[in-house]
């Protein structure tokens, strides 16, 4: 089982990155997925969920700038990520999750914003 985060990267203020994550060795579209960030010296957090059904929920601090969408054709997760702030800055990670025993993670992406 593979997740490969790609499309972090450094942006000002205000800018945008779109992340993805492709998965492989697992039956895509029956699993929930999660992006998690963890910004330095904190603790990791939740940012956005997708169901296999395509329901979304996000964050508080990210609902309206941020979009969590799936193509289960290529086996991808995408975090469409508009409006960032320098609060963004973390390493992202996509987490997938299949009870009860299905629980993998990507290597994670690091986004960075100016100010």
């Known amino acids: 089982v593979q997740l490969q985060a790609s499309g972090g990267g450094l942006v000002q203020a205000g800018g945008s990155l779109r992340l993805s994550c492709a998965a492989s060795?697992?039956?895509?579209?029956?699993?929930?997925m999660v992006w998690y960030r963890q910004a330095p010296e904190k603790q990791r957090e939740l940012v956005a969920t997708?169901?296999?059904?395509?329901?979304?929920n996000y964050k508080d601090s990210v609902k309206g700038r941020f979009t969590v969408s799936r193509d289960n054709a290529k086996n991808t997760v995408y975090l469409q990520m508009n409006s960032l702030t320098p609060d963004d800055t973390a390493v992202y990670y996509c987490n997938a999750k299949l009870p009860p025993g299905g629980d993998y993670w990507g290597q994670g992406t690091q986004v960075t914003v100016s100010s």
């Open positions: 060795g697992i039956t895509f579209s029956r699993y929930f």
């Open positions: 997708i169901s296999s059904g395509g329901t979304t």
